[in-house]
């Protein structure tokens, strides 16, 4: 069955929906025009700062190149030492970058009294997986390591990504669990691609959502992934073990394709025994809290930035 949107977008948050007809809908039938729209976007909904300072880093690839990243501190806390959330941007692993997601890194950095450092990872179809999660695994070991220069304690660390990043983060949860030496103590996967079986009901019955539609779910897969068997590090829904996931906290919406396979994955995270907080927002859509405009938005990033702070306290 096909979901009408017409007829359940009165069930819709009326500031959201109002907010949305505002914001252009990215799809993945020209790509080339898709980057260029996310960029346009996110150039005019930027706002300045001129209480959170922001750097331009760059650390180095595994291959010996540069991995540009970008760090947002509060200029409230220049002398204190700061836990560290590496965020990851979304964008369906082929548009974005460290523009996208401006807003949101000021947020955290501003409220939840946290350095947070972007990272710019490589997207697909011209570099498909393993890149983009290579490149996090490189900016969280150079962030791990240059934490004291950076005014960063490196035993209080965080992951979080929206959308396709939250994918990433949550791969990289996975990628930690294995390599003790780097121990994240909370992960934020905000409205995040997990499953590559594209199975759930959400993602083939939201067909005409706000911001994200089902096909659009189903075109990244192909652009991210080559031919061959899916390892769990690209979908973490097909990890056979999630317990050495740290505490995390999961954000859903009713209206979003990608909704089923967050609910599942962290009902798995508790089953598992891994400290889950779930905020499933009805009447949302995918990445509403972007309109922190509205009421419901920033409720959203409110607990978002509480979570942050229950985790990375001293």
């Known amino acids: 069955m096909t979901t009408n949107w017409k007829v359940q977008a009165r069930y819709v948050d009326p500031e959201l929906a109002a907010m949305q007809v505002l914001s252009p809908r990215i799809t993945l039938d020209d790509l080339a025009a898709a980057r260029e729209l996310e960029r346009t976007l996110a150039t005019q909904t930027t706002r300045s700062a001129d209480d959170v300072e922001i750097v331009e880093l760059a650390a180095k690839r595994r291959d010996g190149s540069t991995l540009p990243l970008r760090l947002y ?27 996208s997601e401006d807003n949101r890194c000021i947020h955290y950095a501003r409220e939840a009294q946290v350095a947070v450092i972007a990272v710019d990872y490589r997207l697909a179809p011209e570099h498909p997986f393993p890149a983009a999660i290579e490149d ?156 922190d405009a509205t009421r419901l938005g920033l409720e959203c990033l409110d607990i978002q930035v509480r979570a942050l702070q229950r985790a990375l306290a001293p």
Request: glycine letters at 8%.
């Open 136 to 291: 996090c695994q490189d900016a969280l070991e150079w962030i791990v390591e240059h934490a004291p220069a950076l005014g960063c304690d490196p035993s209080r660390v965080a992951l979080g990504g929206l959308s396709a990043g939250g994918c990433l983060a949550a791969g990289m949860a996975l990628w930690t669990a294995e390599h003790p030496s780097i121990s994240p103590v909370f992960a934020m996967l905000l409205f995040p691609v997990l499953d590559a079986r594209l199975e759930t009901a959400s993602v083939n019955e939201l067909t005409d959502t706000p911001v994200l539609i089902a096909d659009t779910a189903h075109r990244l897969w192909s652009l991210y992934l080559t031919d061959g068997p899916v390892p769990p590090l690209a979908s973490p829904a097909l990890a056979p073990d999630v317990s050495g996931f740290p505490p995390t906290l999961m954000i859903t919406a009713q209206f979003d394709p990608l909704r089923d396979e967050g609910l599942a994955f962290a009902t798995r995270l508790a089953s598992a025994g891994v400290p889950v907080d779930l905020h499933h927002f009805g009447r949302g859509f995918h990445s509403f809290d972007s309109f």
């Open 73 to 99: 501190r509060s200029t409230r806390w220049q002398r204190s030492t700061l836990p560290v959330l590496l965020f990851i941007h979304g964008g369906s692993f082929v548009t974005g970058g460290l523009h």
